[in-house]
Structures are given as structure tokens and as C-alpha cells.
């Protein structure tokens, strides 16, 4: 009798347990990839901020104390005061000039020479950006990455005395009170920044919300860096600060409704508010 001659292919139902096998495998291993990833962003996004803190403090100490100046968005001007940072940071369908668009990607309004900015003490332009910011502009039919996440805390090196801000503007590092309590950087919500000022003025938490917010791109928290030049992660509390990002639109002023903690939570760490100010 013949020896029966034995078949060294999977049969079908062995090839679908090793399917199956290898589907439930990744489906444990992709969440914890994803994880990773997003703690490797997280510390990418704390070294940033690190590495800004200490380009605006050599300014500082090159510039007899004098922090440089933080510059709101006012009335567009098309001349570019000193500043620390320059370059409207834009979706192409909002109502700017067309003219101002292509600042979104100029990585030179970021560390070239020019007056008040701190670029120049940075090492390469990337530290203006969270890895997790996936924000882009369209120019000429070609998807652009937007080259700038953070702002400035607006109490820190506006010089306009006319302005009414509801708390202590610092113009030197010696004003800076706390400082390990006063935020100096912030990574901003995608949908929010434009310049290069976080603004948060005037707040009565109990009955407004944000004015520009911050970035929750970090699971459901944001990054800030602090005038001791240490930074750090916060994770959001109310759902209103955890906004997404809908691309392509703009959050107007105080967006939400008041009573928002997290709104509290920054302000008390932007200045040492006024009496009609506080809490």
C-alpha cells in the first residue's frame, strides 16, 4: 500500500485562526503604539516650549532685563513692528487679505534677524511647532503646513499702556511676579491663533468663557511653559476647552458659556489680576 502523501499547505481553516490571531494581536498592540506616540509628541511639545523660554530669556539678559514685546493682532499692519515673533498663522478661507496667506508658511518670520524677536537664540525653526499639530493652509492648490503652534501670554511684553488688560502687564523679568505660577508660552488651539499673542483679558470667568483657547492636542491636554523656565502639561477639565479641531474656521472671542474652570485655572497663572478682576 502506498504511503499517503501528506499536504504541507494550512488548510483554509488554519489560515483564518492565524487571521483571527493576527487581528487580535494588533488590535492589543496599535492602542499602546498610539499611546507612545502621543507621549513622544507630548515631550517633543515640552522641549519646544523649554527651548522658547530660554531663547526669550537670553533676549532679556542681552537686552538689560527688558522682555521682548508681544504685539496683539490691532489693525493688521502691513509694516512689522518689533516683535517676538512675526506672521499671521491663517486657513485660506478666512476673510484676510489674500497678501497675508503665504505668512502662514515663511519659517523666516519665525527666526530671521529683526527687532524684539527671540528666533535668532533658537536653534532651527521646529521649535515653533507641536508635532501634533497636523494644521495646514492651501496655497495655490498645494496643502502647506502652518509652521507656528504657540503663543505668548498677553500680560508678558505688551507695552500699550492705553489698553485695559484687568491685571499687572510685566515688561521686565523682575516684575514677573511668582514666576513659577506665571505662563510664559502656551500651545494654542489650531482654530484660534493667528499672531503671536495668547490673549486673556479682562476675564470674569463667571460669565464669559475664552477669548483665544488653548490646544488640547495632547489626548485632552495642553502644554505651557512658565517663567522659571519650567513647562508642563495640563489636562483640561471642561469639555468646552476640549474643542476640536473643525479646520478651516475660526473661533471668535470667549467662545462658550462662563463658569469654565480651566478658564479660572490660566488666568490665575496669566497676572496678578485686579481687585474687580479676581475670583
Not at 506616540?37 to 527688558?66: F, P
Not at 508658511?105 to 515653533?128: C, Q
Request: net charge neutral; aromatic share 10%; charged share 20%.
Amino acid at each position: 500500500m502506498s504511503a499517503r502523501i501528506q499536504s504541507a499547505a494550512f488548510t483554509l481553516i488554519e489560515l483564518l485562526v492565524v487571521i483571527a490571531i493576527i487581528a487580535i494581536l494588533a488590535s492589543l498592540l496599535l492602542p499602546a503604539l498610539s499611546r507612545s506616540k502621543a507621549r513622544a509628541q507630548a515631550a517633543v511639545c515640552l522641549s519646544n516650549l523649554k527651548q522658547l523660554n530660554l531663547g526669550w530669556q537670553l533676549y532679556t539678559d542681552e537686552n538689560d532685563d527688558k522682555l521682548p514685546p508681544n504685539v496683539g493682532e490691532g489693525t493688521l499692519p502691513t509694516a512689522e513692528p518689533p516683535n517676538w515673533v512675526w506672521g499671521h498663522i491663517l486657513y485660506e478661507t478666512l476673510g484676510y487679505p489674500p497678501s497675508l496667506f503665504p505668512q502662514t508658511t515663511n519659517t523666516d518670520y519665525l527666526v530671521s534677524e529683526a527687532p524684539g524677536r527671540i528666533g535668532p537664540y533658537i536653534r532651527g525653526f521646529g521649535v515653533f511647532r507641536c508635532p501634533s499639530d497636523k494644521s495646514y493652509i492651501i496655497l495655490s492648490g498645494q496643502r502647506h503646513q502652518r509652521v507656528r503652534s504657540y503663543s505668548m501670554n498677553s500680560f508678558i511684553g505688551f507695552y500699550d499702556d492705553r489698553v485695559k488688560m484687568g491685571g499687572a502687564l510685566y515688561r521686565k523679568t523682575s516684575e514677573v511676579a511668582a514666576p513659577s505660577e506665571r505662563f510664559i508660552f502656551i500651545d494654542e488651539h489650531e482654530d484660534s491663533i493667528i499672531l503671536g499673542q495668547f490673549i486673556s483679558r479682562n476675564i470674569n470667568w463667571l460669565t464669559k468663557g475664552w477669548e483665544d483657547l488653548p490646544g488640547a492636542r495632547h489626548g485632552t491636554a495642553g502644554t505651557l511653559s512658565f517663567a522659571d523656565g519650567h513647562a508642563e502639561i495640563r489636562k483640561w477639565i471642561d469639555p468646552r476647552t476640549r474643542q476640536p479641531v473643525l479646520r478651516k474656521r475660526q473661533f471668535g472671542q470667549l467662545t462658550g458659556a462662563g463658569g469654565n474652570e480651566d478658564v479660572l485655572w490660566l488666568w490665575l497663572r496669566t497676572t496678578t489680576p485686579e481687585p474687580a478682576y479676581m475670583p
